[in-house]
């Protein structure tokens, strides 16, 4: 598709229950995201992938939350033993790689989102 | 330590009137890019402007224009003849030029335009 895909777009699930959102970027988006949303809050960054680097996983807030991305394609984030604090839309962002020292219009886009809800 | 500061959490301006909305970055690098993204109510984030930290001149876009003080290392968004559509939460983000690149973002400012 034309634009980065995320599904589901709405999520609720009990505590205690593991969650898989998944993340389709841009073709050639060497970049992908995942941010974390709360209501009426900033982004909060969790993990960004680039290219065949090891990723950057230094915003995830615990161990039970884990990314993995396909060479430069498809990333899934997992939540295991979901608690109500992780309710949230998770916002998944590809962009093109920053093309050396100078970085050019190298702007993340979005997806629409996932809402997660935990019951 | 916060890398993007949004000073002003919430803003009312009049419609028709020009808007600052306050961006300050913290940086060592040499080569950095800013971003302002726009979210609406539906909560889709809408890339606005780029300003490039080699750039010579103000990025500007439409109604949008950014006033991008390099010393003083800020990187205010301005909106002309603002819009009710205008109202919104608005982000400021940075990527830095070393290999640490990721896009972060500052906390947001929202804007209520008032008719």
């Known amino acids: 598709g034309a634009g980065v895909s995320q599904s589901p777009s709405n999520k609720v699930t009990e505590k205690g229950k593991d969650v898989e959102l998944r993340c389709d970027p841009i073709?050639?988006?060497?970049?992908l995201y995942w941010y974390r949303q709360r209501l009426g809050q900033g982004l909060e960054f969790l993990i960004y992938?680039?290219?065949?680097?090891?990723?950057?996983k230094s915003g995830l807030p615990s161990d039970r939350f884990s990314a993995e991305r396909t060479g430069e394609s498809v990333s899934t984030l997992t939540i295991q033993r979901t608690q109500q604090e992780d309710s949230a839309v998770y916002l998944c962002?590809?962009?093109?790689?920053?093309?050396?020292?100078?970085?050019?219009?190298?702007?993340?886009?979005f997806g629409q989102g996932t809402r997660l809800t935990v019951v | 330590a916060q890398k993007i500061t949004q000073t002003q959490p919430g803003m009312f301006v009049q419609e028709k009137e020009a808007v600052t909305l306050d961006c300050t970055y913290d940086?060592?690098?040499?080569?950095?890019?800013l971003f302002w993204y726009k979210q609406p109510s539906s909560g889709e984030m809408i890339f606005l402007i780029y300003?490039?930290?080699?750039?010579?001149q103000n990025a500007t876009e439409g109604r949008y224009s950014l006033n991008f003080q390099k010393a003083r290392k800020s990187a205010n968004l301005v909106i002309s003849a603002s819009q009710l559509g205008d109202s919104a939460m608005y982000f400021c983000?940075?990527?830095?030029?070393?290999?640490?690149?990721?896009?972060?973002f500052g906390k947001g400012t929202r804007l209520h335009i008032l008719p």
């Open positions: 992938f680039q290219g065949n680097s090891a990723p950057d």
């Open positions: 962002a590809s962009s093109r790689s920053r093309g050396g020292a100078v970085i050019r219009n190298t702007e993340a886009f």
């Open positions: 940086t060592s690098d040499q080569s950095y890019g």
């Open positions: 983000a940075m990527r830095e030029g070393t290999r640490d690149d990721k896009i972060i």
């Open positions: 073709s050639g988006h060497t970049a």
């Open positions: 300003q490039g930290s080699y750039d010579e």
